[in-house]
């Protein structure tokens, strides 16, 4: 079965930097889009970044844009996050999600949560300040 495992995720300083991982098992990686969401408690799943399967476009959330780079390593078949310049608001749970992508790659097409697929069950990330 297909499965996607965060890890990573930790308490870090305001101003830290931190990368997460997803390892992704169980299906063709190379035909998943990738995502990053994040969630806080009472909140709606936040997109924070998505990569194209062919790894080449990416697509960022207008909350971490910036701060956040997303990138893809086929050989391995995880996909990781790197954050930059953190901020407490930043705190929340972070998932990795995946989409067969049978479509055009674009930023309106990977934003929204319930277009994908499969999900990792989350990793903590908690910003002190």
């Known amino acids: 079965q297909v499965q996607l495992v965060e890890s990573g995720g930790r308490l870090v300083q305001a101003g830290g930097s931190l990368r997460l991982s997803c390892a992704a098992s169980g299906l063709t990686f190379s035909t998943y889009a990738m995502a990053w969401f994040r969630q806080v408690p009472g909140k709606e799943r936040e997109f924070v970044a998505a990569?194209?399967?062919?790894?080449?476009?990416?697509a960022y959330g207008d909350s971490m844009k910036g701060r956040v780079t997303i990138s893809r390593d086929s050989a391995k078949n995880t996909v990781y996050l790197q954050m930059n310049s953190l901020k407490p608001e930043d705190s929340a749970v972070y998932y990795c999600?995946?989409?067969?992508?049978?479509?055009?790659?674009?930023?309106?097409?990977?934003?929204?949560?319930?277009?994908?697929?499969?999900w990792g069950q989350g990793t903590q990330v908690t910003v002190a300040s």
């Open positions: 999600a995946g989409v067969r992508q049978d479509f055009a790659f674009s930023s309106e097409r990977v934003r929204f949560a319930h277009d994908y697929d499969y």
């Open positions: 990569r194209s399967k062919s790894g080449i476009y990416t």
